[in-house]
């Protein structure tokens, strides 16, 4: 590698290191990896049967709890987090420099300047998610090292597909091009190592599934939208978001002559028409934050667009290069420091409600607080309870889980120290997710949370904004006797 090239892999990783994850950022999801991991550090099983373990899995019979995800991501987490929790944070920015390393790979390869890897260094999206635990740096680094190893490593390329599809079973929309393009070459040989690669992966998941779902195709995921209609929105808000962060990036497979450019033309269509097809709109929060995560469904094209954006004649100028990667630079500055600012946010919440709350205890919280629950740090057992639904309501909830949890507080809390923890960010009321909420309904959740705590005769210990701003926790401890 050029020497231009290890000076900026040092500057990244001395701003990771600089900016920290002091603690998770989407404090639901991450909080589930983790979880599945402690609850694989305990020899537990992923399918949960003991409801003090079922943290946010959802249920579908009443009496069993699934993880939503794949059990991938948890199992790189686990040794990390065994070592130290705060140690979990390096998983991210070590498969990001990893991903970066096969793309200057893939730039030598494909006869590109290996500089246009710079652009993937410092790519927001990327920057962002390596500071988190959230599974996308894992997924980009096997689906960008199968590009590179199936010209002369098919089997290994299969393998690491197949990894893949253990963190997320999404990946299959990018990696079935290279399959079908494969079949269309009428290329056996490659065809072959590729099923024997995959296969191993493939059968473990079936089973995997089997075992914590109960059938070999079922899985935690929620069902897509009924029909096969594309959502329109969503379509467009890909391709004009991906389109503006590099300018024409997203043409560039379409351009591009090069190896695996039909691959990546089928993947780039495929994979927007599916994301769309799903209509899950992850578009909801500010046009900047829009432009840094909400395209994350399709990032693992990106390390393969940018390759093919480095084949474009004009990005061969390298006045035009060095333009891009450094503002993409500076926009990791800001990324790393706004996104420690925030995690900082959700660290002081998890101090406090961990300085008074006892060892072991109950913590039923809402699906914000859960993320401050972290057992790796120090055993709770959080379970989320949905506080915006009306009190009598939530009794004869559609979702069984509801009055399953509310059981387990009227049968637990006079036998174990048990706690409503209740918190929201600073930026909740500001930043409400459009897809998934509103205003309205966080203020009903705040009041339902004073509802439960009445019902239950519960104890306010703790009420304070956190950070001196508009930071919301209060605490509440349940009678029980000693």
């Not at 402690?38 to 249920?59: A, C, I, Y």
């Not at 079908?180 to 490659?190: H, I, N």
Request: proline content about 5%; hydrophobic content about 50%; overall charge positive.
């Amino acid at each position: 590698m050029k020497k231009i090239l290890w000076a900026a892999g040092l500057l990244f990783i001395c701003l990771f290191l600089w900016y920290y994850p002091p603690y998770f950022t989407f404090a639901g999801d991450e909080s589930q990896y983790v979880h599945m991991a402690w609850l694989l550090s305990q020899g537990k099983s992923l399918r949960v049967s003991d409801m003090e373990d079922s943290h946010n899995f959802p249920t579908k019979d009443g009496h069993l709890f699934f993880p939503q995800y794949g059990v991938g991501q948890s199992l790189f987490i686990l040794p990390f987090a065994l070592l130290d929790w705060r140690a979990i944070f390096l998983v991210g920015l070590l498969f990001h420099m990893f991903t970066w390393y096969v793309v200057v790979l893939l730039c030598k390869r494909w006869g590109v300047d290996e500089h246009v890897s710079l652009l993937y260094l410092f790519f927001p999206g990327m920057v962002f998610f390596s500071r988190t635990v959230m599974s996308e740096p894992a997924t980009l680094f096997f689906i960008t090292l199968g590009v590179y190893l199936i010209e002369k490593r098919p089997a290994c390329a299969g393998a690491c597909f197949g990894a893949s599809l253990l963190i997320r079973y999404s990946n299959a929309v990018f990696i079935a091009p290279f399959f079908l393009v494969t079949l269309w070459k009428a290329d056996w040989r490659k065809f072959r190592y590729l099923i024997v690669g995959i296969s191993p992966f493939i059968l473990f998941l079936l089973l995997y599934n089997w075992v914590v779902y109960g059938g070999l195709l079922s899985t935690g995921l929620k069902t897509p939208r009924p029909g096969l209609t594309v959502s329109t929105t969503v379509f467009f808000k890909y391709i004009i978001t991906l389109s503006i962060l590099l300018p024409f990036m997203l043409f560039a497979p379409f351009i591009y002559r090069g190896k695996c450019a039909a691959e990546l033309r089928i993947a780039t269509i495929l994979s927007i028409i599916f994301f769309s097809w799903i209509g899950i709109d992850t578009f909801h929060y500010d046009w900047v934050k829009n432009l840094v995560i909400g395209t994350r469904y399709l990032f693992p094209l990106v390390p393969l667009l940018i390759v093919a954006y480095g084949a474009m004649a004009f990005t061969k100028i390298k006045r035009w290069l060095l333009f891009l990667v450094a503002g993409l630079l500076l926009g990791a500055i800001l990324i790393s420091a706004r996104q420690y600012s925030f995690a900082s946010e959700l660290r002081t919440l998890h101090d406090v409600a961990y300085k008074e709350t006892e060892k072991d205890s109950l913590i039923f919280t809402n699906s914000y607080a859960l993320g401050i629950i972290n057992s790796f740090h120090e055993p709770r057992y959080g379970i989320m309870i949905y506080t915006y639904i009306p009190f009598t309501e939530r009794i004869n909830s559609i979702d069984p889980s509801d009055p399953l949890r509310l059981k387990l507080v009227q049968q637990r809390r006079k036998t174990k120290p048990s706690y409503f923890v209740f918190a929201d960010p600073k930026t909740a009321v500001s930043e409400v997710k459009v897809a998934e909420g509103s205003v309205e309904e966080l203020v009903a959740e705040r009041t339902g949370e004073e509802d439960v705590a009445h019902q239950f005769n519960a104890t306010l210990v703790y009420s304070g904004d956190t950070s001196g701003d508009t930071s919301f926790i209060k605490i509440w401890k349940l009678p029980y006797p000693r």
